[in-house]
């Protein structure tokens, strides 16, 4: 399914990943997101609600070669590749930025919204980093 978005973030950043995707909701944009794709979770054999914490430890303690990580990865592959747009939740853990340069990589244009900890040149991919979800959410809704 082609989406607007796919919002990407850290697991154990997931109430920030919803303020972005509620944002969205706001002014009709459509997204892909892991931390609403409680279909993805459960085929995983996992619980989307319960605690970020929880949920990062119990992944980042799945063998990589799990059905598990397999599921969640492939669905997480065809949300990106389905969307014409990325959108980076700051903090952002390793997969998040690796899908935002496989996005750059597909020509999608790239965004992301929080504080970054260092300056990387590599965050030029970005087209515009927001402050906060409210900018973002302005941007989108006008643009």
């Known amino acids: 399914m082609k989406t607007d978005f796919i919002v990407v973030g850290r697991t154990r950043n997931i109430p920030k990943v919803l303020e972005v995707c509620k944002a969205l909701d706001a002014i009709n944009k459509t997204y892909y997101c892991f931390a609403?794709?409680?279909?993805?979770?459960?085929n995983a054999g996992s619980n989307l609600?319960?605690?970020?914490?929880?949920?990062?430890?119990?992944?980042?303690?799945?063998?990589?070669?799990?059905?598990?990580?397999?599921?969640?990865?492939?669905?997480?592959?065809?949300?990106?590749?389905?969307?014409d747009n990325l959108i980076m939740v700051l903090p952002a853990g390793k997969s998040s930025h690796i899908e935002a340069?496989?996005?750059?990589?597909l020509g999608k244009k790239?965004?992301?919204?929080?504080?970054?900890?260092?300056?990387?040149?590599?965050?030029?991919?970005f087209?515009?980093?927001?402050?906060?979800?409210?900018?973002?959410?302005?941007?989108?809704?006008?643009?």
């Not at 087209?127 to 643009?143: A, C, H, Q, R």
């Open 36 to 42: 609403t794709n409680e279909k993805s979770h459960n």
């Open 49 to 83: 609600h319960d605690h970020p914490d929880k949920l990062a430890d119990d992944y980042e303690n799945c063998e990589l070669t799990s059905d598990a990580i397999r599921i969640i990865f492939e669905d997480d592959l065809d949300g990106l590749k389905s969307a």
């Open 101 to 105: 340069g496989i996005a750059y990589g």
């Open 110 to 125: 790239c965004y992301a919204i929080g504080s970054y900890e260092k300056t990387d040149s590599l965050y030029l991919i």
């Open 127 to 143: 087209d515009k980093i927001f402050p906060d979800v409210e900018g973002m959410k302005d941007y989108f809704k006008n643009n």
